[in-house]
């Protein structure tokens, strides 16, 4: 089955030259690599994506979008929408990543709302959910996913489902050194596949990517994407460094 690893490269690369650096470095190391079949995914800072795009952007590569808004134009000053990423030729959105959901009170309904407008404009909505350590040592876990999932995605039909992908990102790993292991990660990987088999059907759940996210490495890339069998990974911090990401996508494409 295809693999996606997904880079987020959140609110890094400041300056021009730096950006440029990143490109090139990022060209060379791919020109190495040979993935057969996985897709890369690089989320840049917004105003960074049509340099991605343009210099970037391949069969193997695609860009996508940190974040959207839920409104396709209009006054809402400082925001991004869905058809502009889109027209400068992103692919991907994240929606719901954990920091959004603390930093700018994020709720599932605001990203049932972006992932209805990110579909509608033909961009793969990666929908990000995961428990804190507080829901996990009071052993709400599940709860917590079953909600974010169903009122996360309430009202997007089975057909649409394509261009949904899940990131399993706990709170508790996401930034940190904390490593879950690959138990923890699979638990949830199975829950993840009851709600979507229960809601859509077997042969609908079967083709929804669940991707993990929090403290990927070259290092623990095995225990938390293929041990626990996921299809794929969302990468932060390793995003920045070019070799350790396409090393990192290397092994879980298995190259
Ligand atoms: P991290 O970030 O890899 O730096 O833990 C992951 C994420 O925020 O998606």
Redesign the pocket.
Known sequence: MRKLI?G?L?MNLLTIAERDRYVESFKKEMKAAEFADSQIVLCPPAVHIENFVNKLKTETVSIGAQNIFWEERGSYTGEISAPMVKNMGAEYA?VG???RRKYFSETNEIANAKIRVALKNGLVAIY?VGESKEQRSVGITADVIIQQVTEGLAGIPAAKMKSVVI?Y?PIW????DVVPSSNEILEVKILLKKIFTDAYGPAVAEKILILY?????VATANQVCLEPGMDGA??????LIPSEFIKIAKIISGN
């Open positions: 997904v987020n959140k994240i990543h954990s920091e990000c990131a990102e790993a996401v930034g940190s996210g929090g403290s990927v490495k969302l990468v932060g911090r390793e995003s």
